[in-house]
C-alpha cells in the first residue's frame, strides 16, 4: 500500500459515505477503505489533481451532516488508533507502511475539513463538529488532539514523514487555554524539538518512487503534499517557485510554530509555558561538554548548541519571522544573549539588520515597515552593550556591497550604522508622525555614540545634511501654522493644526537629539571627527538659527563653544598666512586646533544610552504581527474571504 504515483481508483465513493447521513462507527472496514487510497493527497506538490481534486460541495456536505454523525471525531480516534499501530510496527515491516499512508491521508482530511469550518464558523462551533456527541468533556478532548500532534511529531522520522500543527491565534481561543496549560515538561519537549528542527535543516529532498522503488518514498512524498497543497478550490495553475527558506520547509514551519506558541498570553499578560521553555534554553558547550544523556541535562533546562542555532539565524536574519525569532531570544533568554554579545564576528549579525533597514526603509507599506521596526529594536538590544559597541568601532569593512549612495571602502562597522540609519531618518522625514520609528533609531544612534564612533567624510556629511533637512521641516511647519491661525473656525482646521503642532514638537525631539548625538561623538573622540566639524562649521548658521528655540539652548551652547575655538583658531592662522585654499590643509588646521582644545569644553552626555523596554500591552504588536506572517508564508492558501484572524474595535 502507499501513495502511488499510478492512476488508482478515485476516493469520491468514500466521501459520499463520509459526508452522508450515515454514522460510520469507529471499527467499520470503510475506513481501511478510505484511509488506504493513495488518491486523497494530491501528488504533484504545486499541481493539484484536478480529477481528484477536493470539492467544496462534499465539505458542504458534511458541515450540514456531521453535527449528527460525528464522523469528523470518529475519524480523529481512527487516527489516534492508526497512530499506535505506526508505534507497534517496525520500519521494515509491510504494516508499517500501510498504517503510515492511513495516517498520513487522516491528517490530511483534519487539515482541508477544518481549514474549511474555520473560515466558516466560531471556533466554538468548530470545536463541538470535532467533538463526540453526547460527550460533555470538551477540554479532555482536545487535550487528547493536542497529544496525538506532538506523539506524531516527536516519533515519525523526520526523513519520511513532515509534521502539522495548527493553533487559534485569538487571545480568548478556548483551544489557546488549552495549549497554554500544559504541563512545563511538555513545553519543554516541544520547544526542544522544534529548535533541533530549526537548527538541524533537514533539506527537502525529492527523489521519484518509481527510481529507487521504495514505498516509503512515496508516503513521504505525500506527506509532503499535506504541507504543500495549496488549499484553493478550482485553481489549475502552479505557483512561483518556492523562495530559498522553503528549502528546509520542515526548518521553517517550525520556527513559525515556536513563534505562535510564545507569544501565547495568559492570564495577566503573563508569558506561556512554551515561552518560558524558550527562555531557560543553555548552549550545550557551556553546560555538559559531551553530548548529555536524557537523565543528564539540566532540570528544568533545554540544551541546545548555541554556536549552531547562531550560525541558522546569520544565514536567514533577511527573512522577518527569523529577525523575529532572534528578537524573542534576547528579549526572553538572557543566557543567549550573553552568549551573543561574547561574540567577535559581529558583523555576520549586524550586516543583515543593516541590510533590512538600507532596502525596507523608505517608506514602503505592509510587511517590510514591521521587519524595519523589528531590525531596529534587535539592533538597541544589542547596542545597549558598550563592549559591543566599541566592537562596533574598531571592526573595519573592505567593502559594502548593498549601500549604493557612494562607494564605501575601509569603513568601521559603527560608521556603516550611522550612514543608515541617518538615511532611515532622512527618507522618512517627510512623514514625521512615526514616533516609534524615529525613537528607536536615535537610541541605537546614542547608545552607538557613546563608545568612540568615529564618521569618515561621507557620515559626516550624512549627519549635517539631516539636521539641515530638519531645520527646514520645521520652518515649513512654523508657516503652515502661522497661515492656518487666522481661520481656527473651521473644525477640520483645527484639527489639521494640531497635528501640525505635534509634528513640530516631533521634529524638535528629533533635532536635540541628533544634537546631543553630535556632542557626544566630538566628546569621545574629538580628533577623529575632523569631518563632522567641518560640517558643521560650513553650515555654521543652521546653530545659530535653532537657537531661538528655548529646547535647544543648552546643546547649542556646548556645540558653540567647541565650534568658536575651532574659529578662532582657524581665523588666526590666516591672520599669520597660513594657507588655507584645499581641504587637505583645511583639515591638517582643523587637527592642529583640536589637540590643543581644553577638555572642560566638551564632555560626554551620561544620559545617552538607551534599553529596549518591552511594553505591557506588546502582544497586541506581536501577536497579530507572528500570524500575519505565518499567513503569508505557511503556504496554506486561506480564503481572505471567509476568515478573520482578529477584529479591531
Not at 57 to 86: A, D, P, W
Not at 227 to 256: E, K, N
Not at 401 to 417: A, G, H, I, M, Q
Request: glycine residues 2%; proline residues 4%; contains cysteine.
Amino acid at each position: 500500500m502507499g501513495a502511488s504515483y499510478s492512476e488508482v481508483e478515485s476516493p469520491y465513493k468514500y466521501l459520499e459515505r463520509l459526508c452522508g447521513e450515515e454514522k460510520i462507527s469507529v471499527d467499520d472496514a470503510f475506513w481501511d477503505d478510505f484511509l488506504s487510497s493513495a488518491a486523497i493527497i494530491p501528488q504533484a506538490t504545486y499541481s493539484p489533481n484536478k480529477e481528484y481534486r477536493w470539492h467544496e460541495e462534499s465539505l458542504q456536505l458534511l458541515l450540514g451532516n456531521n453535527l449528527i454523525t460525528s464522523n469528523l471525531s470518529t475519524l480523529t480516534e481512527v487516527t489516534f488508533i492508526r497512530l499506535q499501530k505506526v508505534f507497534a510496527s517496525r520500519e521494515d515491516d509491510e504494516n508499517y507502511k500501510q498504517n503510515l499512508t492511513c495516517l498520513c491521508n487522516a491528517l490530511f482530511i483534519l487539515r482541508i475539513t477544518c481549514k474549511y469550518f474555520i473560515e466558516r464558523m466560531p471556533e466554538d462551533a468548530v470545536m463541538q463538529h470535532l467533538h463526540i456527541v453526547g460527550d460533555d468533556d470538551h477540554e479532555s478532548f482536545f487535550r487528547g488532539l493536542f497529544s496525538l500532534l506532538t506523539q506524531f511529531m516527536f516519533t515519525i522520522p523526520v526523513n519520511n514523514i513532515t509534521r502539522l500543527f495548527e493553533s487559534a491565534p485569538n487571545k480568548p481561543s478556548k483551544l489557546q487555554t488549552m495549549f497554554a496549560g500544559q504541563s512545563m515538561q511538555e513545553c519543554h519537549s516541544i520547544v526542544r524539538f522544534l529548535l533541533d528542527n530549526y537548527i538541524n535543516r533537514i533539506p527537502l529532498t525529492w527523489e521519484s518512487p518509481n527510481e529507487s522503488g521504495s514505498i516509503v518514498f512515496a508516503v513521504a512524498s505525500g506527506m509532503w503534499s499535506v504541507i504543500s497543497y495549496p488549499f484553493s478550490f478550482g485553481r489549475t495553475s502552479s505557483p512561483a517557485p518556492l523562495p530559498c527558506r522553503f528549502v528546509s520547509p520542515l526548518a521553517h514551519r517550525s520556527l513559525l510554530l515556536m513563534e505562535i506558541l510564545a507569544s501565547i498570553v495568559i492570564e495577566h499578560d503573563e508569558p506561556s509555558n512554551f515561552c518560558l521553555a524558550l527562555s531557560k534554553a543553555v548552549d550545550i558547550v557551556s553546560s555538559i561538554s559531551e553530548t548529555p544523556k536524557e537523565s543528564e541535562l539540566p532540570q528544568g533546562r533545554i540544551v541546545v548548541s548555541f554556536r549552531s542555532l547562531y550560525d541558522v539565524l546569520c544565514c536567514e536574519l533577511e527573512q522577518e519571522e527569523t529577525t523575529l525569532f532572534l528578537y524573542m531570544l534576547l528579549q526572553h533568554n538572557e543566557t543567549f544573549k550573553t552568549w551573543l554579545l561574547s561574540r567577535t564576528d559581529v558583523d555576520a549579525f549586524i550586516l543583515p539588520l543593516l541590510k533590512v533597514i538600507y532596502k525596507c526603509g523608505d517608506g514602503n507599506t505592509g510587511h517590510c515597515v514591521q521587519h524595519v521596526y523589528m531590525s531596529l529594536i534587535v539592533l538597541l538590544q544589542l547596542t545597549e552593550d558598550a563592549v559591543l559597541c566599541s566592537v562596533l568601532t574598531e571592526m573595519q569593512l573592505e567593502v559594502v556591497d548593498f549601500f549604493t549612495e557612494t562607494k564605501l571602502r575601509n569603513v568601521t562597522l559603527s560608521c556603516l550604522c550611522v550612514l543608515v540609519l541617518l538615511r532611515l531618518i532622512k527618507k522618512n522625514i517627510a512623514s514625521v508622525k512615526d514616533r516609534y520609528l524615529f525613537n528607536n533609531t536615535l537610541a541605537v544612534l546614542a547608545n552607538i555614540s557613546c563608545t568612540g564612533c568615529v564618521l569618515n567624510e561621507p557620515a559626516a556629511q550624512s549627519f549635517v545634511s539631516v539636521v539641515l533637512l530638519l531645520r527646514k521641516k520645521q520652518l515649513a511647519l512654523s508657516k503652515r501654522s502661522s497661515t492656518e491661525s487666522s481661520s481656527q473656525e473651521e473644525k477640520d482646521e483645527k484639527v489639521e493644526n494640531e497635528c501640525t503642532e505635534n509634528e513640530a514638537v516631533i521634529v524638535e525631539e528629533i533635532l536635540r537629539m541628533l544634537l546631543e548625538i553630535s556632542v557626544n561623538i566630538l566628546a569621545h573622540s574629538l580628533v577623529d571627527n575632523l569631518h563632522l566639524i567641518h560640517g558643521f562649521l560650513y553650515q555654521r548658521q543652521i546653530l545659530t538659527d535653532l537657537a531661538t528655540h528655548h529646547n535647544l539652548q543648552d546643546i547649542l551652547l556646548i556645540l558653540e563653544s567647541v565650534f568658536s575655538h575651532f574659529s578662532t583658531h582657524i581665523i588666526t592662522a590666516k591672520s599669520k598666512g597660513f594657507p588655507l585654499v584645499n581641504s587637505d590643509q583645511v583639515m591638517a588646521c582643523l587637527l592642529e586646533s583640536a589637540r590643543r582644545i581644553p577638555s572642560t569644553i566638551i564632555m560626554p552626555l551620561p544620559h545617552l544610552r538607551f534599553k529596549y523596554v518591552e511594553e505591557e500591552d506588546s502582544f497586541k504588536f506581536f501577536v497579530p504581527y507572528i500570524w500575519s506572517l505565518v499567513y503569508s508564508h505557511c503556504n496554506i492558501n486561506w480564503d481572505i474571504n471567509m476568515i478573520a484572524l482578529f477584529q479591531y474595535s
